[in-house]
């Protein structure tokens, strides 16, 4: 009865990552935003299945296995994910949305619903092939996008940037107008015009955070350095959207649901 139980459970906990990291990509990709009353809810009831998983575990595995799981899972997630937000790589959301699925899934019995079981005894913690394919999905994204960018609008790529430098250019941002971008939403520019000595000096950023800017406050900038004469508004400068992480986490969820770790512990050994 009690296992019966955990069993709709644990379905009811993979419906609802899938549907929490649908409706959060939705808002990632849209507004690059997710609304803090929505975050904080999702996490709020993820706590409250956590804690009845962990009841169901510590009454069917050995104590310490469980323990071991959930820390390893925690400090791979939170833990990591909270060290890249704090550098400027990720945002807030992307935090909570990985220690979410971190507390939704910390120990292996979600293997036992996966699509392709490898048969080994102590599978991978969950939140690290979800990672990892998660990653894996937006390099190849980004390889793609590069290519396209790079190919496209090799001519305009800065000349005195170096090969590794016009290569993460190419990988997080696009060249555009400066008129088309007073006309953008949520983009932010790479591209940063400095007047010193009422000259115009040009650098160039490859990291900022998305939480700590207002895309609106560049565009205010540009209209003033328009209107002041300093720069045409037909000039080039590179723009980013960001690198959504949720959808990649979605698609890589999806994939873990599929495949496990399989592909890893075939890689490495099992």
């Given at each position: 009865m009690f296992n019966d139980i955990y069993a709709s459970i644990l379905l009811f906990k993979i419906a609802y990552i899938l549907f929490i990291l649908s409706i959060f990509s939705y808002y990632d990709i849209k507004y690059r935003d997710i609304p803090d009353k929505y975050v904080w809810i999702s996490l709020s009831i993820s706590i409250v299945l956590f804690a009845l998983s962990v009841f169901y575990y510590f009454n069917k595995y050995v104590e310490i296995l469980v323990i071991g799981y959930i820390v390893l899972s925690l400090l791979l997630s939170t833990g990591l994910f909270t060290i890249m937000y704090f550098y400027g790589l990720i945002g807030k959301a992307d935090v909570f949305i990985v220690s979410e699925i971190a507390l939704l899934f910390p120990f292996i019995d979600v293997y036992d619903v996966v699509f392709y079981k490898s048969n080994i005894f102590l599978n991978l913690p969950p939140i690290i092939p979800i990672i990892l394919y998660s990653t894996l999905l937006s390099l190849v994204i980004g390889s793609f996008k590069?290519?396209?960018?790079?190919?496209?609008?090799?001519?305009?790529?800065?000349?005195?940037?170096?090969?590794?430098?016009?290569?993460?250019?190419?990988?997080?941002?696009?060249?555009?107008?400066?008129?088309?971008?007073?006309?953008?939403?949520?983009?932010?520019?790479?591209?940063?015009?400095?007047?010193?000595?009422?000259?115009?000096?040009?650098?160039?950023?490859?990291?900022?955070?998305?939480?700590?800017?207002?895309?609106?406050?560049?565009q205010d900038k540009y209209r003033e350095l328009i209107k002041s004469g300093y720069v045409n508004d037909d000039e080039i400068i590179w723009?980013?959207?960001?690198?959504?992480?949720?959808?990649?986490?979605?698609?890589?969820?999806?994939?873990f649901m599929s495949i496990g770790d399989y592909p890893l512990l075939e890689l490495f050994g099992k």
């Open positions: 590069t290519l396209f960018i790079s190919v496209k609008y090799r001519k305009l790529l800065p000349k005195e940037l170096s090969l590794c430098r016009k290569i993460l250019l190419a990988i997080i941002g696009r060249p555009v107008r400066i008129r088309d971008f007073l006309e953008m939403k949520h983009y932010y520019p790479l591209t940063i015009l400095e007047i010193r000595d009422n000259v115009v000096e040009k650098k160039y950023r490859f990291v900022f955070n998305v939480e700590e800017e207002d895309y609106s406050v560049y723009v980013t959207y960001g690198v959504p992480f949720l959808v990649p986490l979605l698609f890589g969820f999806m994939l």
